[in-house]
Each structure stands twice: as C-alpha cells, then as structure tokens.
C-alpha cells in the first residue's frame, strides 16, 4: 500500500475569487494533515468552472499522495466537482439509495419536501465511500486510484471539519506508517527579520541528520519575529531531541532577545514575570493610546497583577493627572526622554505600583519634525530606579503603535528579569 507522505488541496468556488470570501478550508486541513505527518505541497482556488477544475485535478493527481476538493458538492448546475472527478477517473455515478433516503428525511425534519435537484446529491461515483454528513446534506466521498487517495469535501467549514476526523482516522492515520509531526517556536523581540536571519541561518541550516530533516520558517510583524522549526519522523523522542537542540543552538546564538520557546506570547512572559515577584504593574500611554494595557489584560487572570492606566493624549492630562511638569514639556517636548520618565512616575505614585510604564512618540502620519520624525517613541520604565530608551520604529500608524506597545513589554520584561 502506498504510503500517504504530501498532499494537495484544491477549494472550488467561484465565491473564494471574488474580495467578499476566504478559503480558510485549506487552512484547517493543511493544520490537520501536518499532525498526521503529511506536508501539503500546493493548494489552489479554483472557481465553478469544469475545464479548469479538471486540468488541476488531472495535474495534481501526477504529483499527490493524498488529493483533497472543497466545496462544489451542492445540488445546483454550477456544483460540478463530483461530476468532474468521475469522469477523470473513469467512473460512472450512480445514485445511491440510502443517501437520497437520509437526505428526504433532513428535509422532512425540517417540515420540507426535498426539492428534485437534491437528487444530485444522492449520486455517488461507483466505489466511492461515503461520509455522511450530520450538518448538510452534501456527504463527502472518497476514492482511490492507484493507491492515492482523492476526497471530495463540501465547502461549508462546519460540514467539512467533522467529516475530516473520519477520514484521517480511518484512511489516512493507517498509511502513515506512524510518522508525526513535532514543532518548536523562538520568538523574538526588538530585532528585523533580517538582523534575526543573519544569526539564525547558519544554525538552522545545518540543523537536522540523516533521518530527519528541520524545516524552518521566519513570520515577520512588527516588534515580534517568530521562527517555526518542524520536522516529521517515526521516533518521536528523537525528533524532540533534535528540535530542542536546534531550539537552545538558535537561544544561545540570539541571546536575551529571545524571550520565549514554549510558545507564550510577549504578554504572557511579561505577566508571569510580574506574579512571580507579586508586583503590579500600570501604564500611562500616550501615541499607543491603551494598546500597552490591551496587551497586557489579554491574558486570563491578569488582574494579578495589571491595575490600571491612565490614557494621556493631551499635554494638559499628563500635566494635570500625572503631575509631568509644564516646563518639562515646554523645554523638551512631549515626546522626550523627561517626559516619558516622569509620565511613568506619576502613573506609579498615581496607582501605587510597584513598577509602571511610561510611552509617548508621534505615530503619525503628521506630526514629525527633522528632529523628531514620526516613528519616535519613547519608553521608560519606573521601579525604585529608571529605564528609558528612545526608538525610531518603521512602518505606518498602525505599525509604530504596535512596535511601540512590544518595546514597553520588552523593556518591562527586562526589568523584572
Ligand atoms: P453545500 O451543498 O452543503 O452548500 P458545497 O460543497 O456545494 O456544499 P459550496 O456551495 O461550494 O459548498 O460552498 C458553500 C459555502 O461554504 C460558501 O458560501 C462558503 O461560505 C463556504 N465555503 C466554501 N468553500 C470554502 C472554503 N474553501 N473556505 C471557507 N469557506 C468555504
């Protein structure tokens, strides 16, 4: 029997081509057959269109292990992938009586006649198994042609997902000859993708053996880059040994920039920092106006140790709540290295923390001077003592808000280490 090593996936619709739909079915199948070992080679949209559907169907079956269709199994004349796969293999369909039985009584349940074109759905390509679906009334079916395997899914995300389970237990799980895919994730903060690239490259590259090879992927966004390491194997244990040498190998080369390898978000390392010691922790935001603190409070139970925040926009709040001296303002702007320190101190005194978080920059797109073009942020951090750093971030508004919120993380990460 062959075994199941790659697949492809093809999501037919014409829908999906248009700006108002997404093909997340790919997404989830491609999540689910990475657990079984299987990588997905190629994967396409393709919209209700028999001669194109057929030249991807007949193409991938040259390369495909496993071939997976969603969508167009409907009832109505543009459905045409049940029609199209039998007749590239070489099927004839036939209309299989159980199934027009079970779909009649979806439709009586529902107080509704079956309308005739539901018959459609009832036609089953000869040898094909069916999946009976609990949440509509296309089933999914399944083929096979010289030991690869063809499954034809409906396209509604909540028929297809449950559908998935029965194949993957009962055809594909037996043909992977036990491999599983494990993975491991560095993430980092306060580096470019290519400042990371540069250190990491020549580990990763040489990272896996004989048996078993590492696939790495770099994911850029701004003020987080996270490298994903993969690899598929039959021993598990030895996998997650080479992984988590690859894992400390990447650590060790990139340094305290790295601030998680077990998957936690920025957030999250920052808060079980904070209740590791007890402390609280509060924020005066100014350009992020409360994204620091959103951050903060996405993680459950973070009224541990989150609060609260003050959002300090204009010159006459931070004056007025946050006791920032006018005069500071006036001799060194609101977006300084003064202005941050003492936006931090007032919010520590103001909320009776243990540490607080000051951050004020010009997100723009106005508002820079040649001085101070927009992208300047400063963060400090106040405990008994001070932190402040000032930064030029790249990128547009809705970028430099998102830089600066990791920054005044990072450096609160930092002073709880
Ligand atoms: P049914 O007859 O049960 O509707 P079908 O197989 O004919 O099944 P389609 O008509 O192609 O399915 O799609 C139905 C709906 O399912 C679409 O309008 C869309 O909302 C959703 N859908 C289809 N394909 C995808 C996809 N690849 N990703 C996410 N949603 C999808």
Not at 89 to 112: H, K, N, P, Y
Not at 182 to 209: F, N
Request: glycine share 10%; with cysteine; charged share 25%.
């Amino acid at each position: 029997m062959r075994e199941l090593k790659n697949a492809e996936i093809i999501a037919v619709g014409s829908e999906l081509l248009t700006p108002h739909r997404l093909d997340t079915n790919s997404l989830f199948l491609t999540g689910r057959l990475n657990e079984l070992g299987i990588v997905v080679r190629a994967k396409t949209v393709v919209g209700d269109n028999r001669h194109d559907l057929a030249a991807l169907v007949t193409s991938a079956m040259t390369r495909a292990d496993v071939l997976l269709t969603t969508g167009g199994l409907g009832p109505t004349d543009d459905d045409l992938t049940r029609e199209v796969i039998a007749d590239l293999l070489g099927v004839r369909l036939v209309e299989d009586q159980d199934l027009v039985a079970s779909i009649e009584a979806r439709f009586r349940l529902r107080g509704v006649k079956m309308p005739t074109i539901n018959r459609r759905q009832a036609m089953v390509p000869e040898g094909a198994r069916v999946v009976p679906n609990h949440h509509g009334t296309a089933p999914g079916l399944i083929l096979e042609r010289e030991g690869r395997v063809v499954a034809l899914l409906p396209g509604p995300p909540r028929e297809l997902q449950p559908m998935f389970d029965v194949l993957a237990e009962e055809v594909l799980l037996p043909r992977t000859a036990g491999r599983k895919v494990r993975r491991r994730q560095v993430k980092v903060t306060g580096r470019s993708e290519s400042q990371v690239e540069e250190v990491a490259h020549p580990i990763y590259s040489c990272l896996g053996d004989d048996t078993t090879s590492v696939q790495t992927t770099i994911l850029a966004s701004p003020g987080l880059i996270e490298l994903h390491l993969e690899a598929v194997g039959t021993d598990v244990a030895a996998v997650d040994r080479l992984l988590d040498s690859g894992v400390s190998a990447l650590a060790q080369a990139l340094g305290d920039v790295v601030f998680s390898t077990d998957g936690r978000s920025l957030e999250k390392v920052t808060g079980d920092l904070l209740r590791a010691r007890g402390w609280r922790v509060a924020a005066a935001e100014s350009c992020t106006g409360g994204g620091f603190l959103a951050r903060m409070t996405d993680v459950p139970g973070s009224s541990a140790w989150v609060s609260g925040g003050l959002v300090a926009y204009s010159n006459q709040v931070k004056v007025r709540d946050l006791d920032v001296p006018a005069a500071l303002i006036d001799a060194q702007g609101a977006v300084s290295e003064g202005v941050a320190v003492a936006m931090a101190q007032g919010a520590r005194r103001r909320f009776g923390t243990d540490v607080a978080v000051g951050i004020t920059g010009i997100a723009g797109p106005d508002g820079g001077t040649p001085e101070k073009p927009v992208g300047t942020v400063v963060v400090a951090v106040a405990t008994d003592a001070v932190t402040v750093r000032t930064f030029r971030f790249p990128g547009d508004r809705e970028a430099i808000r998102r830089h600066s919120t990791s920054a005044a993380l990072d450096m609160l990460r930092r002073a709880l280490l």
